[in-house]
């Protein structure tokens, strides 16, 4: 049987990420006020609002509705996380298309995509303390869970705890890229907000209760 995500699973994701930002807003500037501008949180809860908003417009198809999220987040975030994070979404986007309900391998090659966007935009490796390093390890386990036969749920849940490891191993790490690292010495110690937001991504996803749904004519 061939599995698919349906739009309404889509948009739950994405508002739950909104709100889930919302909610940790104040955790997040705390975050970028160690290492950054102290700007993050209200940035992203500032794009994610507008982007949740969005969504309650017609838009045929998981492609379109992530680039809405995308071009979003760009026209209304400032500094580096409005063009990572709105790169992201419209890859995403891309890689989608116009499918109202895209298999989960399709998913998958979405969020390899997005990932892609937000290597070419930031130039980010590991270990350089951006959000590289909970994405990356949170779209391999993705991969690596439906290769072995996990269900979405599975798969979702092995890439949130990938996220959040990943995200944990930025607080030793002296950072490379970005404002974090004109300090130095004093980035060291501190977890990084733009990983912490990647977490906040997957975790909606778990949060929302996505799972398996039959693609159409394959029901029973």
């Not at 975050?31 to 969504?55: F, P, Q, S, V, Y």
């Not at 935009?121 to 303390?129: F, N, S, T």
């Not at 869970?145 to 890439?159: D, S």
């Amino acid at each position: 049987m061939t599995n698919c995500v349906t739009m309404t699973a889509l948009d739950a994701w994405l508002r739950a990420f909104a709100r889930l930002v919302a909610e940790n807003e104040d955790e997040l500037t705390r975050l970028d006020a160690a290492i950054g501008d102290a700007d993050h949180g209200a940035n992203m809860n500032r794009g994610l609002t507008a982007a949740a908003a969005a969504l309650d417009e017609p838009a045929a198809g998981g492609g379109p509705r992530l680039t809405k999220v995308g071009m979003t987040l760009i026209s209304t975030v400032g500094g580096a996380s409005g063009p990572l994070f709105g790169t992201f979404f419209l890859r995403m986007g891309t890689a989608l298309g116009d499918q109202d309900a895209p298999a989960v391998e399709t998913l998958a090659t979405a969020l390899r995509a997005g990932l892609a966007g937000v290597v070419q935009r930031g130039k980010a490796e590991a270990g350089d303390k951006t959000m590289y390093d909970a994405l990356a390890p949170a779209v391999e386990a993705f991969e690596a869970a439906l290769a072995a036969g996990e269900p979405l749920a599975g798969a979702l849940a092995a890439a949130s705890k990938a996220a959040d490891d990943g995200c944990a191993a930025t607080i030793p790490l002296l950072a490379r890229k970005g404002r974090a690292s004109y300090l130095g010495e004093r980035s060291v110690g501190h977890q990084d907000p733009g990983a912490t937001t990647v977490c906040l991504f997957f975790r909606a996803a778990l949060d929302t209760g996505i799972d398996f749904e039959p693609a159409a004519g394959e029901a029973g």
